[in-house]
């Protein structure tokens, strides 16, 4: 398998020049890794860096876009220290992604920054909800009619413990797998999922076919365990950039990460051609949104 991950050797967060063979890359669904570009602590952020910051009911700490901080257990101060330290993470990240993406700039919405405390390998959770199994991302609540879910990871960890991901294959391999297994779109179940505000939109065909790509993957130990994929431990102190609804990945272990998620219309892509939506337009043979 042609390797799904590129290495970039920059310690910069901005981005001198732009290159088309990573952003080629990136479109095709691969993993940019930086491997030297480390997010700079404050001495006085190191108290943060404990999984008792966050309420055990949430999953992450987010900041959102209006500046509130969720999800967090501390006290005041440190409530506004971790507003602090996230909203730097998220300047940072968006000179990353505009200074290599220049044609993004002023496409991107961006969504909430998150703080992940937890030890992974601590996690119980749902097959469904478990990113420990390779996966595309797609979300039951909130269809998104094919625009893209990039996003920026960072690894953080003091003790230099690398956030140990596996890497799977292209995502047409992967839909070219689970296409044919998928349940067939029903129009009528995706309005009865609306009026009872399971999702937040009417479902479309293309979201009912990312979820059953993700739970298809998710729910098939084999696949799991013989597909084409790599372990890759990403170092403390370094970041990587990937769609996520494109690059099949789960995390195995690691704590401590920050990550950025910002959102982009398949059209204002370099090559549409290579969005999820086109592809399974293309396989599906007719369109899905
Ligand atoms: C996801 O957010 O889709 C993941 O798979 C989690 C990645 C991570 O926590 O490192």
Redesign the pocket.
Known sequence: MESQIIEIDLADWQVNAPNQEWIAGLEAGKVLYFPHLAFELLESELSLLTPEIRDPKKRNISLDERGHLKGAAAGVDNQLALALMIGRFREQAQTLVYSLLPKYRGQLRLAPTSY?PTQ?ETRTQSWRAD?RRL?V?AFPSRPNYGERILRV?CNINPDGVP?V?RVGEPFETVAAKFLPRAKPYSRWQASALKALHVTKSLRSEYDHLMLQLHDGMKGDLEYQKNAGQITMPFAAGSVWVCF?DQAS???MS?QY?LEQTLHLAAAKQYDPSSSPLAILTRLAGHPLV
């Open positions: 992940r992974v990113d996966h991302d990871f956030r991901w996520s990945h789960s995390v690691g990460m």
